[in-house]
């Protein structure tokens, strides 16, 4: 895709209203897992008081959607060539409806763990399949806008989520909130019968078994290292033996670490690799890929810091904390087409380096006034990061797999989109992480939560932890100031082919 303005006959290209259905059908779903996701968080204080869990055990209700959802991110280019559309999406829609049931009637927490893996599965299948119909079907000069519809489909659940779940739990139990997304499930599947079309053959692809376990594992085993670190940093803060939680910690690693490495070497002896890694060749797909990683930790780590901060350091009821996320998120979900048609519009440099450089001054200011934050600042500073990062990253992706062959964009979708869900799954380990090493010392003295020590190692926490997220912020916005800067250098010099070193 070229980086200038559509000429007059490719702007005048009309979208067919099935594509726009087909969007918002196989869309909903992954609505409906992220909506569900971010309501769990708003919840986490109540449910580590019904299913007597710590901070740490409480969040792998994200963590492990997020995981289930980033392992079943790399079959998406092999299932997309191997089945068709609607059956995928079909299978999407019973595991939403089967994980929403076992939410529905869970009573003990390993319940509510097999739910949210369920959910994630079918959210893994959802996402890439919406972004392969548009990448495959859409008219290419309306590709960042439908990109753009595709993003707000989907960002607007984090946005909602929060709000959602503080209203329906001050009145309704939080299992009605599942109850109330399987009439929602069943209408998206209506739609998603009458609109989704078969616009490719499919082809007899072979799913290589010891490949998709070594991603699995290396994608579980990086995030549980993550994830025991943290337990046991929290543990020696709170003079408690560390030595278990230590012990997995660097087992995940190592099996993480050397799965990783075991397959990118079977990948590229394969002869139909899971993953055609080498479209990541390129600088210029690297670094995006690198930005597109790291820049969720922040935008889905978010709704998970924010709430914890709002009930645990400012006192703030679960609605209250909610609504506190909904502005920044929603208005920037709102406005994610008009990002793209900025990019369709002015090419991917400004539209996508300004709006992330604005971006990275919410949690800068947020980290400068972590101990004397109120809920309007709060929301306020969240506000510049929500709107700011929804006008420019959904279209870091798109401009990546402009640079990619054609033939090759199921595989930089599987990749970039497994990318974007492992970076959710670590931003919520880690902050949770930091948030539980403040707290611990508070706890370890005697001043448990509702105090104003207690409240006060949680502000510290999250100095701590919006100080790490502008740090990645910068990381992001540097890797694609290198990476447009490789891609004016290659235009100068007229190298053709940008993409045509990228061999599978």
């Given amino acids: 895709m070229s980086d200038h303005a559509p000429s007059v006959s490719t702007a005048s290209e009309r979208v067919p209203g099935k594509l726009i259905g087909a969007i918002v059908a196989v869309g909903s779903l992954a609505f409906i897992g992220i909506l569900t996701e971010t309501v769990m968080t708003v ?33 998406s280019s092999f299932l997309k060539r191997r089945f068709r559309l609607k059956r995928l999406f079909l299978a999407a829609v019973a595991l939403a409806i089967v994980g929403s049931l076992i939410m529905i009637v869970a009573t003990a927490f390993p319940m509510l763990i097999v739910a949210r893996v369920i959910q994630g599965i079918g959210s893994g299948i959802a996402t890439p399949l919406m972004v392969n119909i548009i990448l495959e079907q859409s008219p290419r000069s309306k590709i960042g806008r439908l990109m753009g519809v595709g993003s707000l489909v989907i960002t607007v659940a984090p946005a909602i989520g929060p709000t959602v779940g503080g209203a329906v739990t001050s009145v309704l139990p939080w ?34 078994p010891i490949q998709l376990v070594l991603i699995v594992l290396a994608l579980m085993g990086m995030i549980l290292a993550l994830n025991q670190s943290g337990v046991a940093v929290g543990a020696l803060v709170s003079g408690r033996s560390a030595i278990r939680s230590g012990v997995i910690a660097v087992a995940s690693l190592v099996i993480g670490v050397g799965s990783l490495v075991a397959f990118c070497l079977a990948s590229r002896k394969a002869f139909s690799p899971l993953l055609r890694l080498g479209i990541l060749r390129d600088p210029v797909v690297l670094l ?43 208005v920037g979900a709102v406005c994610s087409p008009l990002g793209g048609w900025f990019y369709d519009r ?20 947020l980290c400068v006034f972590a101990l004397r934050l109120t809920p309007a600042l709060l929301a306020g500073f969240y506000f510049i990061f929500g709107f700011f990062y929804a006008l420019g990253n959904p279209n870091v992706m798109t401009s990546a797999l402009s640079q990619i062959p054609r033939e090759f964009t199921p595989d930089g979708n599987a990749i970039f989109n497994t990318g974007l869900q492992f970076g959710g799954a670590a931003g919520t380990a880690l902050f949770s992480t930091i948030l539980s090493m403040s707290q611990a010392h508070a706890v370890a003295v005697g001043f448990g939560e509702g105090t104003p020590e207690f409240a006060h190692a949680t502000a510290v926490g999250g100095m701590w932890t919006f100080g790490v997220m502008t740090l990645i912020c910068v990381i992001g916005w540097a890797c694609l100031a290198v990476a447009f800067r490789i891609r004016a250098d290659r235009a100068r010099k007229s190298v053709p082919g940008g993409g045509s070193r990228m061999a599978a």
């Fill in 175 to 208: 299992r009605a909130i599942f109850v109330a997304a399987v009439p929602l499930v069943c209408v998206a599947a209506v739609i998603g019968v009458m609109c989704i079309e078969q616009k490719a053959p499919t082809e007899d692809a072979y799913l290589d």
């Fill in 346 to 365: 002015f090419g991917a440099v400004k539209p996508i380096l300004i709006p992330l450089a604005i971006a990275a001054l919410g949690p800068l200011l």
């Fill in 43 to 75: 919840l986490f204080p109540q449910l580590m008081g019904e299913f007597h869990v710590d901070t740490a055990t409480v969040q792998w209700i994200t963590t492990i959607y997020l995981l289930a959802v980033a392992a079943t991110m790399p079959v």
């Fill in 288 to 330: 995006h890929w690198v930005e597109y990683m790291i820049l969720p930790i922040v935008g889905i780590g978010f709704g998970y810091v924010i709430t914890n901060v709002a009930q645990l350091s400012l006192g703030t009821d679960a609605f209250l904390a909610g609504a506190l996320v909904l502005p920044g998120a929603l």
